[in-house]
């Protein structure tokens, strides 16, 4: 039995438009273990941000929650009010985004936003939050904390302005973190040490971690789990070690083509042709029939739903039975 943390069933995110409604996210599920990283990964589009804000209700309007269910510990936080939400995120939820300027208000000292996070979810008093603030800033890597804790956002490098995001994520003890992008915008030196950093947090403290990136090397460091997600759906979802080695899904194949190869020379930074469809034209069938390499005949008029295979699940036609025998007659 593992210790699910978050579970999202059958998520559906769309968009009121005059002529009806647009459907940016179908069909999402997905578990997240304590202690476990689960990579989210796929193109600029692919509806990845999309679902972890839906997950924490901050979807920008006129985007909303269209249905599914989304669990923490098992408490359907899909349904809450607007409060009530606010209140989980920050406690139960930590976020940590791409550019730590959207978490950290530059005309404060670090400190004080540190201590007003653990003062304003844990029943601490200042000097007790204090000394809190500065064990996280121990935790996350921050040099002489007690020397840096009144230092304002401006006076850390990106690396560490992106440490102090990590500290104020985990200043409440959540169960969860978002982390969308969190080293995009990061120097390549530095974006190993956050995603290290991040994946022995969540180790430590038992916090379920949601990483979203479209860097299949990001995922390769850092998760456990991996879903790929392809023009608002999940189509490729399991343990990374086995996707990495050996993906099952077409689209799967071409991201892993974008990891510089470490025995190769040269780097293979294959590109997958074309572009990530949108959302008012997603072709019929599987999405990725137009780009895929190995399209073949069901492939452009009905659309694959996940299969099981071994430890993960796959929606393509290629390891449909049925199919494969009706190829094999041809
Ligand atoms: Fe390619 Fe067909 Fe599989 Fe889609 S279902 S990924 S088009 S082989």
């Known amino acids: ?61 006129p985007g909303r929650i269209g249905g599914g269910e ?16 606010r209140r989980i995120r ?36 200042h000097a007790q939050a204090r000394r809190r603030a500065l064990e996280l800033l121990s935790d996350v890597g921050i040099p002489a904390p007690e020397l840096r804790i009144d230092n304002y956002p401006h006076q850390f490098s990106g690396g560490m302005r992106q440490r102090v995001v990590l500290a104020l994520a985990l200043a409440a003890g959540p169960e969860l973190i978002i982390a969308d992008e ?21 180790r430590e403290n038992q916090v379920a971690v949601m990483l979203i990136t479209h860097d299949m090397g990001v995922i390769a460091e850092t998760a456990d789990r991996v879903a790929v997600m392809y023009a608002g759906r999940i189509v490729e979802i399991g343990p990374v070690r086995e996707v990495i080695k050996a993906p099952l899904h077409p689209y799967t194949k071409g991201l892993m083509g974008s990891i ?12 997958i042709p074309g572009s990530m469809p949108r959302i008012v034209a997603i072709p019929q069938g599987c999405a990725f029939h137009p780009r895929c390499p190995v399209a073949f005949a069901p492939c452009a008029a009905v659309r694959p739903e996940l299969i099981r295979r ?9 390891y449909d039975k049925q199919h494969a025998v009706i190829e094999a007659a041809r």
């Open 1 to 61: 039995m593992t210790d699910t943390v978050l579970s999202v069933r059958n998520l559906r995110i769309e968009f009121p438009v005059r002529r009806g409604t647009l459907v940016a996210v179908r069909d999402v599920s997905f578990d997240i273990a304590a202690g476990e990283v689960l990579g989210v990964v796929g193109e600029s589009g692919a509806g990845k941000s999309l679902t972890g804000a839906a997950i924490i209700r901050l979807l920008e309007p």
């Open 70 to 85: 989304v669990r923490l510990k098992g408490e359907r936080i899909d349904t809450l009010s607007d409060d009530a939400m």
């Open 90 to 125: 920050g406690k139960r939820i930590g976020m940590v985004f791409q550019d730590p300027l959207t978490s950290l208000n530059p005309l404060y000292q670090i400190g004080d936003q540190l201590i007003e996070t653990i003062t304003t979810h844990l029943n601490l008093s």
């Open 182 to 202: 969190p080293t995009t915008a990061l120097d390549v030196s530095v974006q190993a040490q956050i995603v290290a950093l991040l994946k022995r947090l969540g």
């Open 260 to 271: 510089p190869s470490l025995e190769a020379e040269r780097e293979r930074l294959v590109q």
């Open 310 to 318: 071994e430890r993960s699940e796959v929606a393509c036609w290629l």
